[in-house]
């Protein structure tokens, strides 16, 4: 699935709820939902692990509803098959 | 570009210094990336904000690459096109 329409589908699951609580409660819920992802990745449940991976890209990509961003435009201008600090591919960053 | 191409775009472009770096390291990039996507959504630059939601994204599928999940198939899985805890299209949870 196209980044841009999995971001379409989360909208129409949740835009009405993401718009109520807001971007200040959106952010939060993202940054609960990086942190079980953290603690996710200690345990070795891989079926848990993927559902945490999952949570952080769907309330991403919620986020990214409320506060009027194209996700998949954003990430394809900066990443566009090549680093967006060296320019190459793969990327030869020295730091 | 579908969510399973952006992940393999970022593998070939990062995987080695990703797996140098290690899970810990990536994910404390990943933290680091949504503490600066926060900040962003503060400010009122556009083109700023959407290079942190895509900073996001792109860490995150880096951490994937080196965690072996398939960021693609484990999204689908939980988000369906149904909210995975009330199971409609859109969100009936009452939370």
């Not at 807001?22 to 993202?30: C, F, H, S, V």
Request: glycine content about 6%; overall charge negative.
């Amino acid at each position: 699935m196209h980044i841009h329409e999995f971001q379409k589908m989360m909208r129409r699951m949740y835009f009405q709820r993401d718009r109520r609580r807001g971007i200040a409660g959106t952010y939060e819920w993202l940054t609960d939902e990086v942190r079980e992802l953290g603690e996710a990745l200690n345990s070795n449940q891989k079926e848990e692990l993927e559902g945490e991976f999952a949570d952080v890209i769907a309330w991403l990509a919620s986020l990214a509803n409320i506060a009027g961003i194209d996700l998949e435009k954003a990430t394809l201008r900066k990443y566009d098959d090549k680093c967006p600090k060296c320019g190459h591919m793969p990327c030869k960053c020295t730091f």
